[in-house]
């Protein structure tokens, strides 16, 4: 089936609704159970005869309905059901299993923020321009409201970081674990690419950029093959039925499109010309487009910001200025942030590193039958302060989360912020006990929505050096800014004499929410537990308690985010690479190391930075070298 302009598909089992907006259906369903009684009623008295011996009862009706259950209407000892919907019994084509089924009701409600965490209390200055035009107050006109992260996008692949507006899932489709195997049967080097260049840096540093770094990640995309008929890729890929194609920014400041299967180009890179440190997104409608921000500012053309390109033929649709003259930190405008798109109101969300919130009102037009697409943007930016800040503090390299119209993200003032995306305007804001860039993790649960969050080893010794210091964890009521529970870890930080020279340990990784077998597990990664560079440790703990259920311990240390991934059961296993070109395999029950491959490196070169996707039973992870590589597990 073609896509047509302007069209997208709904999943039949969802239909997106505003946080609190069930009256209307409620009162369908009561008027609806009413006319079957009413029909049954006369039905009955039509049938009974008129010398009937039998008593005439009094008319108890009573009414039952249940998610996924039937109506039924009893009368005169007659039970009468009315079917209700049949409830889908697995995940479509177009939705990853590992979501399903959608647990978030995505009827929570704002709550009161914790006193000391209203913009009043914390000194919060806050606008919203559009153009050079300070609005003063704002009020969306397509609404934004993101439903379950089952329901993110239209059609199949792994489209942000950590695949959606909860960002909470890495990895898509189901692996199988065969436990009984040796520990270094586990793994299995399918393919590697190693066409990425060398691009020197402006920074007062000793190395320069290449692969990927923190917190870079693959992206995958199944296209509608009739789509990817119209795309620039090569002739062979584009023929290929069932590809999956793998898109990764690179530190060398190009774009790459990769074959799942081999690890094969299928286009032409795009030359971004300047270093890509983040993760960009595809487009969740299954339109050809591409959203990619600068990570520094050592392009040709004297430009920092983000772009959007279409996947037709690769060419740029849009550019962002991040050198903003209405930014509080208006010297620097990169973008490590990675996008989220709200299909429904054509909305991109995109945070970035001169401490702007970047809404655009994209306008598409989209043509699969022609092969077109095109988009006329309306941006509306959000600039806040809070007191206390200033200079570097001001900026954010975390992702956005989303909970309908609520948007959670950090700061590199080590502020928490949770923004209403409708008015653009705070709701709370708490700054936590260090640094944080992870991006916050959502889980909604008994009524509740809550954060996972982490923070580093940075500000806890000024004098610089070597230091040991505690790494944050939390949980949090998303609603309100208060701590459910908070843990934390020891760890280790290099302070240099400048900030590139920093080395930090601590919490980089963004967590693991578990599901299925460990839906009761959040999993953090704490690194440099040992001293700067060495040692890391998985912990596990319980998501009601925060008491801790296992730890995995090793010596080397990552800043890569771990990914869970689940066999057909509903077994959980956990990916992680390190800094050592090692990929560890462990089992998301116990903590136990179960799989263990190690001389993924080029060269001495072995330090994977950026975060793994996991399809099917295949790893793609790129590393801070000239390499990505193409793994299966098993």
Not at 561 to 590: C, K, M, R, W
Request: overall charge negative.
């Amino acid at each position: 089936m073609k896509k047509t302009e302007n069209v997208r598909y709904t999943n039949q089992f969802y239909r997106p609704h505003r946080v609190g907006s069930n009256t209307r259906y409620y009162v369908l369903l009561v008027i609806t159970l009413a006319l079957v009684v009413s029909t049954v009623v006369l039905a009955m008295k039509a049938l009974k005869k008129p010398d009937s011996e039998e008593t005439s009862k009094s008319s108890e009706t009573s009414v039952t309905s249940g998610q996924g259950g039937d109506s039924t209407s009893e009368q005169s000892g007659i039970v009468v059901a009315t079917p209700a919907p049949t409830p889908a019994t697995g995940p479509n084509e177009l939705q990853n299993p590992n979501l399903f089924p959608a647990t978030a009701m995505m009827d929570v409600q704002i709550g009161v923020p914790v006193a000391q965490y209203s913009p009043a209390e914390r000194g919060v200055s806050q606008d919203v321009f559009k153009g050079n035009d300070n609005l003063g107050s704002f009020a969306r006109e397509s609404e934004i409201h993101m439903g379950d992260p089952l329901y993110y996008q239209d059609f199949a692949g792994i489209l942000t970081f950590r695949g959606n507006n909860f960002r909470n899932c890495a990895s898509w489709g189901y692996a199988s674990i065969d436990t009984t195997k040796p520990e270094d049967q586990h793994f299995e080097k399918v393919w590697e690419f190693k066409e990425m260049q060398w691009k020197s840096t402006p920074l007062s540093s000793t190395w320069s950029w290449v692969g990927a770094g923190w917190t870079g990640q693959p992206l995958a995309v199944r296209w509608d093959y009739d789509l990817q008929q119209k795309m620039n890729m090569y002739p062979e890929k584009r023929s290929k039925q069932g590809l999956t194609e793998i898109i990764l920014a690179s530190q060398d400041g190009h774009v790459y499109f990769l074959d799942l299967d081999d690890g094969q180009k299928t286009r032409d890179p795009i030359n971004v010309g300047a270093t890509i440190k983040g993760t960009p997104a595809v487009d969740p409608r299954g339109y050809p487009i591409l959203y990619v921000g600068q990570g520094d500012d050592n392009g040709t053309r004297g430009e920092v910001g983000y772009r959007i390109y279409s996947l037709f033929d690769g060419k740029m649709l849009h550019f962002q200025q991040g050198l903003d003259s209405r930014a509080y930190r208006s010297n620097w405008g990169a973008c490590d942030s990675s996008p989220i798109i709200d299909a429904k109101s054509d909305t991109l969300i995109y945070p970035s590193e001169n401490g702007m919130i970047y809404t655009v009102k994209l306008n598409t037009q989209f043509d699969a039958n022609a092969g077109t697409v095109s988009i006329d943007p309306e941006t509306v930016v959000y600039r806040y302060s809070v007191d206390g800040q200033s200079g570097g503090q001001f900026g954010i390299e975390s992702s956005m989360s989303i909970y309908d119209h609520y948007g959670w993200c950090s700061d590199n003032g080590g502020n928490l912020i949770c923004i209403d995306l409708n008015s653009m305007s705070m709701v709370w804001t708490r700054r936590l006990d260090d640094d944080s860039d992870v991006t916050p993790v959502i889980e909604e649960e008994n009524g509740h929505v809550y954060l996972y969050i982490g923070t580093e080893v940075d500000w806890q010794n000024s004098a610089g050096g070597d230091y040991q210091g505690q790494a944050f964890t939390y949980k949090i009521d998303a609603m309100t800014g208060e701590n459910v529970w908070q843990k934390s870890c020891y760890c280790y930080t290099h302070n240099g004499s400048s900030s590139s020279d920093d080395i930090n340990g601590g919490t980089l990784g963004t967590p693991i929410s578990g599901k299925k077998s460990i839906s009761n597990l959040v999993i953090f990664s704490y690194c440099m537990t040992k001293n700067v560079s060495y040692g890391n440790a998985l912990v596990a703990y319980d998501k009601s308690t925060g008491a801790e259920v296992w730890r995995y311990d090793w010596n080397t240390y990552t800043w890569s985010s771990p990914v869970d991934i689940y066999d057909e059961q509903g077994n959980a296993y956990i990916v992680v690479f390190d800094s050592q070109g090692q990929g560890h395999l462990v089992d998301g029950s116990t903590g136990v190391r179960i799989g263990l491959i190690q001389g993924l490196k080029q060269d001495t070169l072995g330090n994977f930075e950026a975060s793994p996707i996991v399809v099917d039973d295949m790893i793609v992870i790129a590393q801070r070298s000239p390499a990505i590589y193409g793994v299966k597990v098993s």
